[in-house]
């Protein structure tokens, strides 16, 4: 069996403590809904190349949802393939019980997968923003000297 297990995940070890807590502990069966603009906003933060892998393999994703005819639906596909490749994408640099039972990279995953339109849409937004801020300041250092 072919293992997909990348060395570094899409979104890189030092981020992994930020998207956790976007999810807090669940508590019973409630389960808390992330607003998509704070999945965005910790997406923008990702490095360049790393944005685009992640948004390249969730619209993969989800063109495979929308393609794949199973007697189940899509909910349950989603979360089923959620658990084979939510590690892929984010993960800790290292493993614990206490990591190997979180949930939330598969929360995100689905997140990520339900409102990919809105969350890149919005990362985009932020990472363009950033940018104008930076070249600002830039512009208002020279300007200074």
Partial sequence: MTSLSPPVPVIIYTHYDEYRSLY??????????????????????????????????????????????????????????ALSVARCILRPKVETPLTLDDRFPSLLFVDLVKSS?????????????????????LVLRSVRA
């Fill in 117 to 137: 339109d809105v969350v890149f849409q919005s990362a985009d937004e932020l990472k363009t923003k950033q940018r104008e801020d930076r070249y600002a300041l």
């Fill in 24 to 81: 807090p502990k669940r508590v019973g069966a409630e389960i808390i809904e992330v607003p998509a603009k704070a999945i965005a906003d910790h997406v923008a933060r990702l490095p360049p190349v790393h944005l685009e892998v992640l948004r390249t393999l969730i619209t993969h994703f989800n063109k495979l949802i929308a393609s794949t005819k199973t007697d189940e639906s899509d909910d349950v596909f989603l979360q089923k393939l």
